[in-house]
């Protein structure tokens, strides 16, 4: 069965093939992408209608460059997935309608996938997918989640943030050091060469007893740490970048240790934008060998948005529940939508 999956709900246009079966992990046979950051960097960050003008641009060369690339045609095309929500309103509608247009002149089902899912099920496109069930730590722009998957489609909420995501947390730090915009990998680069006990910062609710996050904290530290060092020399600010980064990954790492130790479970997977951070990965890896846990992650590239991971949650959620797929092309998107609604 192929799977072309779309994504669109913030600033990048995804599109991908996936053959999936009835019980076979489903292959990634071909994806594409256009990442907006070029054009949103003058804002320092995503102005929604530029974005939504763009994956309008993007979306059919993109799905027409993965169809030759896999030597398909649309005709091959068994169902069509794309990104119901959550994300961004005007950007979301662009890829639903999209699909419904594409299902409906092709007579082939659709189906709206949850975005979250798809960065959840992402690890399954990689050399090494994990097994269910596992603790998952959801790590995007707009999420920090730490999940219990027993399997597709049966996801507890463990914790949350009750303020900025991780991604946020990087991304806000990022531009008060006045690195660009998005500011998790410029901010990373940064405290490559920053001592990363230079700043003592905080770590919100690092002992609270729960799971939950909360990084609004160390963005008003990070402010008032970068204001003192105004233009001063970049070894301090590398310095600071350092120290914003070590913070942010000990409140993580804690917490995924934590979630594993009270569900028993010795599998972890990371997911979203921020599972890209070399030093949020060297630190969970080493943490979690010393614990015999296995950790999972999806293969670098498809750490941020994209079309594959859509496609395959699309894949593995038809596996069990094969009535999702309809011919119903009266869309709508779900701009808010908790992942735990799934259940
Ligand atoms: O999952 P994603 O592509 O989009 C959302 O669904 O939100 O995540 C984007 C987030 C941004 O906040 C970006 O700064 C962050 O992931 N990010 C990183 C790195 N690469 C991307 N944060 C830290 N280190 C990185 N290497
Ligand atoms: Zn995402």
Known sequence: MLILGIESSCDET?????????????????????????????????VPELASRD?????????????????????????VAYTRGPGLAGALLVGAGVACALGAS???????????????????????????PFV??????????????????HYILLGETIDDAAGEAFDKSAKLLGLGYPGGPALSKLAESGDPTAFKLPRPLLHSGN??????????????????????????KADLAASTEAAIVEVLLKKSLTALQDTGLNRLVVAGGVGANRHLRAQLNAACAWRGVRVHYPELHLCTDNGAMIAMAAAMRLQVQPALAQKNYGFDVKPRWPLADLS
């Not at 722009?141 to 597709?152: A, F, P």
């Not at 963005?219 to 740490?225: C, D, S």
């Open 136 to 153: 998952a730590l959801l790590v995007s722009g707009g999420h920090t989640q730490l999940m219990r998957v027993d399997s597709v489609g």
């Open 106 to 132: 092709l007579q082939k089902p659709v189906i709206g996938v949850h975005h979250l899912e798809g960065h959840l099920l992402s690890p399954f496109l990689s050399a090494d997918p994990p097994e269910f």
């Open 211 to 236: 799971l939950d996050f909360s990084f609004a904290g160390l963005k008003t530290a990070v402010m008032t740490q970068a204001k003192k060092l105004g233009d001063s020399i970049d070894q301090r």
């Open 55 to 79: 994956h309008i641009r993007r979306v059919i060369p993109l799905t027409r460059e993965v169809m030759s690339e896999s030597h398909k045609t649309l005709s091959d095309v068994d169902v």
């Open 14 to 46: 995804g599109v991908a093939l996936v053959e999936g079966g009835a019980h076979a992990i489903p292959q990634l046979l071909s994806h594409a992408l256009y990442s907006q950051i070029a054009m949103h960097q003058a804002y320092g960050g995503v």
